[in-house]
């Protein structure tokens, strides 16, 4: 197929489109490399079947062509990382729903298939210990608070995605990423864990918001990557709305052990440090979710997903690329 990648320059985007040609894929990517890197996608330049192009999709004239010439969209460009978000929420609105709007409405003129990435954000801060289902009830904080622009970006984009489905019939499948974590991943945008091997290589201090008993279930990116491509290709999916992470009995850690988790790996000397949220962030911009772990049983029954990629590999993983 011919595969127009948004995005594609980014960590996942660029990990998607080596995939994509591996199996005999044309790749096109488009990235305005605000967050992407050229050097992300270096490696492929020398495959004739990868085109790259400098561009942003909030300019419909650059990005009609790349759609009449694709067969299907992996929408992938958008503001990512909590810290990016909140240093830049005007951006980050208007990236992530203007051009969504923008990607949607040409698509829904060539009738081109669409893959939406989506985020485990929108579903919010869910209190108790439950897995987050798609169906669940979003619990956000007030509009005050700059960390939910992400979340609710993102379930504006979900919501366009539905809308196009229900009334156009454009097939638009929906996934919601839980802490995808792998080489290439940076950590200039506030992801925890690209940060904490970075600081423990460099005998920095490990900086822990809050205690560090909030949880996460970090997946590797070529688990993502088996799951993202699954529901791009399968029949059914379009008008649904899938989460792809990891299995919570190899991959779920409290933040805390997490820091002292890749201390130990990189064999660091560097101290685990406490920080309080009013240090790390700007009063009244952030606030944190004590629990997120993915409910999979919706994707497994669709297209077989399993996970097999242990939080211990997937760190061995990042921490020799980042060595390197
Ligand atoms: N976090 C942290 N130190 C950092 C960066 C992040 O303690 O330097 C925490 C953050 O507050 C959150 C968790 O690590 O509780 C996961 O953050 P990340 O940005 O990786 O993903 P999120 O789940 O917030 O989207």
Excluded at 299 to 310: D, F, H, L, N
Aim: net charge negative.
């Amino acid at each position: 197929m011919k595969i127009l990648i948004t995005g594609g320059a980014g960590f996942i985007g660029s990990h998607l489109a080596e995939r994509l040609l591996k199996r005999g894929d044309e790749v096109l990517v488009l990235d305005d490399l605000s967050t992407g890197d050229l050097d992300n996608v270096r490696p492929l330049e020398s495959n004739p079947k990868f085109q790259m192009k400098v561009g942003t999709v909030l300019d419909p004239d650059t990005l009609k062509p790349l759609v009449e010439w694709s067969d299907m969209i992996y929408h992938l460009a958008a503001a990512v990382g909590v810290s990016y978000v909140i240093e830049h929420p005007l951006h980050s609105l208007t990236t992530n729903i203007r051009g969504t709007e923008i990607v949607l409405e040409l698509a829904n003129k060539n009738k081109k298939r669409v893959l939406l990435a989506s985020s485990s954000e929108v579903a919010g801060k869910k209190n108790g210990k439950a897995m987050f289902n798609e169906n669940d009830d979003r619990v956000l904080g007030p509009t005050t608070v700059t960390r939910w622009i992400y979340s609710t970006s993102k379930a504006v984009d979900e919501m366009l995605g539905l809308a196009y489905w229900r009334e156009k019939r454009l097939p638009v499948i929906t996934v919601r990423f839980f802490n995808v974590i792998g080489p290439r991943q940076s950590a200039d945008y506030g992801m925890s864990v690209p940060r904490f091997v970075k600081q423990a290589l460099l005998g920095h201090p490990i900086t822990v918001y809050g205690d560090g008993a909030q949880r996460r279930c970090f997946t590797d990116i070529e688990d993502a990557l088996d799951g993202l491509i699954a529901l791009g290709d399968h029949p059914h999916t379009p008008g649904e709305i899938y989460n792809l992470g990891a299995n919570p009995d190899t991959n779920e850690i409290c933040i805390k052990d997490l820091a002292h988790k890749i201390k130990d790996l990189t064999e660091s000397d560097s101290p685990v440090e406490l920080v309080p949220y009013e240090k790390a962030f700007a009063k009244g911009s952030y606030e944190d979710l004590n629990y997120r772990v993915p409910d999979l049983t919706k994707i497994r029954k669709t297209v077989g997903y399993e996970p097999k990629i242990s939080l211990d590999m997937t760190l061995r993983r990042i921490i020799e690329y980042y060595e390197s």
